[in-house]
């Protein structure tokens, strides 16, 4: 399910892609950056972290990539989403947790995102 109602600037939102089949393909959770024009076609955009399974499990990377994305994604992120994300990357032996946790606070790429949201990933990281 998509929705294409225009979200907070700074909340976080799930994206998901699945193939043609209707398999799992890719998620993201992102945030939209800065506030849309009304009636705009695409939404800025900072993507937080990127889902991938590359045949051998699924595998989170911190990506901070920022870019334009149609007006519409799949949903507002849920506790469970982001838990998600950040179980999968604690697993992972390159994971520097400290410093992804200094990043989210002082990084200039995360400012838009809301303290609230900034307050949930470090209450669900731990």
Do not use: C
């Not at 982001?82 to 990084?107: G, M, P, T």
């Amino acid at each position: 399910m998509t929705t294409t109602q225009t979200p907070q600037v700074g909340q976080l939102l799930y994206d998901e892609h699945l193939d043609k089949d209707g398999n799992f393909k890719h998620a993201s959770l992102l945030f939209i950056d800065t506030e849309p024009e009304p009636d705009a076609k695409s939404w800025y955009y900072t993507e937080l972290f990127l889902m991938e399974d590359y045949g051998q499990g699924l595998e989170v990377q911190v990506s901070l990539n920022a870019g334009g994305m149609p007006a519409s994604y799949t949903r507002v992120a849920t506790d469970e989403d982001v838990a998600k994300f950040i179980s999968i990357l604690k697993q992972q032996q390159n994971f520097n947790q400290e410093k992804f946790l200094k990043d989210l606070q002082e990084s200039q790429d995360t400012e838009p995102l809301l303290e609230e949201e900034k307050e949930r990933i470090m209450r669900l990281m731990g």
